[in-house]
């Protein structure tokens, strides 16, 4: 069975600082995806960037960017220049074989003005 | 285009009643998929609808049921309500097939659910 594991609860970060949020996995399939979705207090879903397991090229999005280590089954999301809209809850989620999303427990990021 | 919309916004039930949610996907969107949200269990995959049909389903009860329309519109069932039921319901929707696996989802600003 896959698994998504976040091992950090709560980040906080300054203004304008850079953060990175850490996510491991664990699949035996060779072909799937991975996401990073940002919930607000609103608790709106928003997708923040995926990326493709047969890609080597980290996927990026203007200020968020990706650390894929597929051998280490690493997937941590760094965001830079963080900004105030950037607090929420960040869930990294995986999609394989399953044909579902399986999501992390999240990690809550507080940005500090 | 409009986003995936979810009806109703809040929910107060109470044991032993029913309760049915709705979610209208994105234009052109065919694949609905329906995630219970807790703080204890986290984010968990309920089913996926596509083409009208169940295409997969997650490790809940049989009371947790759904359906799709023609027009792809999803409705969710949740019968016989249990005081655990109380969480968000979040719909998402995708162009195609979630077995296409590149398909991403796009998310609704969910329905919370109060079991009294």
């Known amino acids: 069975a896959q698994t998504v594991t976040q091992s950090q609860p709560e980040m906080s970060v300054q203004e304008a600082e850079t953060v990175t949020l850490s996510c491991t996995y664990d699949?035996?399939?060779?072909?799937?995806?991975l996401f990073w979705y940002k919930q607000p207090p609103s608790r709106q879903m928003i997708l923040v960037i995926r990326?493709?397991?047969?890609?080597?090229q980290n996927a990026t999005e203007n200020r968020f960017s990706v650390n894929f280590q597929k051998a280490a089954k690493s997937f941590s999301l760094k965001i830079s220049d963080s900004q105030l809209g950037d607090a929420a809850m960040y869930f990294c989620?995986?999609?394989?074989?399953?044909?579902?999303?399986?999501f992390g427990q999240g990690t809550r990021l507080t940005i500090n003005p | 285009k409009a986003g995936v919309t979810q009806t109703p916004r809040y929910l107060i039930k109470t044991r032993g009643q029913q309760v049915t949610l709705s979610c209208s996907p994105i234009?052109?969107?065919?694949?609905v998929s329906w995630y219970q949200q807790t703080p204890g269990q986290g984010l968990q995959f309920l089913f996926e609808?596509?083409?009208?049909?169940?295409?997969n389903k997650g490790n809940f009860p049989g009371r947790f049921s759904g359906r799709q329309f023609s027009n792809s519109r999803s409705e969710m069932n949740v019968s016989t309500l249990e005081l655990g039921d109380s969480a968000l319901y979040l719909c998402?929707?995708?162009?195609?097939?979630?077995?296409?696996?590149?398909?991403?989802?796009?998310f609704g600003p969910g329905t919370r659910l109060l079991v009294l």
């Open positions: 998402a929707s995708s162009p195609g097939l979630l077995a296409a696996l590149q398909e991403t989802q796009y």
């Open positions: 609808y596509f083409s009208e049909t169940q295409r």
């Open positions: 699949t035996s399939e060779s072909d799937y995806y």
């Open positions: 234009s052109g969107h065919r694949s």
């Open positions: 989620a995986l999609i394989q074989g399953a044909q579902k999303l399986v």
């Open positions: 990326q493709e397991a047969y890609k080597q």
